[in-house]
């Protein structure tokens, strides 16, 4: 079922983490943008931190102010601001969080908060639960609400073969278990947003 964009749907933006040439986050996020669609729950957008291309830090004012002085800040502030809801399909780097998600997350502030988040993490044995543990953390400093309920893929380079991702019962049943419980923590959250 392809999902059209419904006048007051939730806006889902599904973050692809990893910018390293050879990603295999990037087949990850194509099945879990195909997951997210069937489920129906949500208007779902594509975004992909490599197109997104922010520098490192470079904003002269704090985020809190949103006096952003180059266009790739303002443009991220628009992004974020639009979505509702959002899933962090990242990598575990040097057992946590990659410092592309770090870098995205520090140049705002106000366009994230009282936005609940999911994660889709993949790694080697631990498939990413100890980037999930620190990224968790991080993200309350945002006043992003990360809920328990993730997808977990072990092994994952053995799960992708020509650029494509095969997924397991599991993991097909944790994406939906885990978007169900995104929209109750978006439909609770809308209030304070």
Do not use: C
Request: no cysteine; glycine share 8%; proline share 5%.
């Amino acid at each position: 079922m392809e999902l059209e964009s419904g006048v007051g749907m939730d806006r889902l933006g599904v973050v692809l983490v990893s910018t390293r040439q050879g990603r295999v986050g990037a087949p990850v996020t194509d099945w879990f943008l195909e997951q997210a669609r069937e489920h129906g729950g949500f208007d779902v957008e594509a975004i992909d931190l490599e197109r997104v291309d922010l520098p490192l830090l470079s904003e002269p004012n704090h985020p809190r102010l949103k006096k952003y002085t180059q266009e790739k800040t303002r443009a991220w502030s628009r992004t974020v601001s639009a979505l509702d809801a959002l899933v962090f399909v990242s990598p575990e780097y040097n057992f946590g969080t990659p410092p592309s998600l770090v870098n995205a997350l520090d140049h705002l502030y106000g366009e994230w908060n009282y936005k609940p988040a999911g994660l889709v993490t993949y790694g080697g044995i631990s498939g990413g639960l100890r980037a999930a543990q620190m990224t968790r953390l991080l993200l309350t400093s945002f006043k992003i609400v990360p809920i328990v309920e993730q997808v977990i893929i072990p092994f994952v380079a053995q799960a992708v073969a020509d650029g494509v991702f095969t997924a397991t019962e599991t993991h097909a049943k944790s994406a939906k278990v885990m978007l169900d419980e995104l929209v109750r923590w978006t439909a609770a959250l809308r209030t304070l947003r």
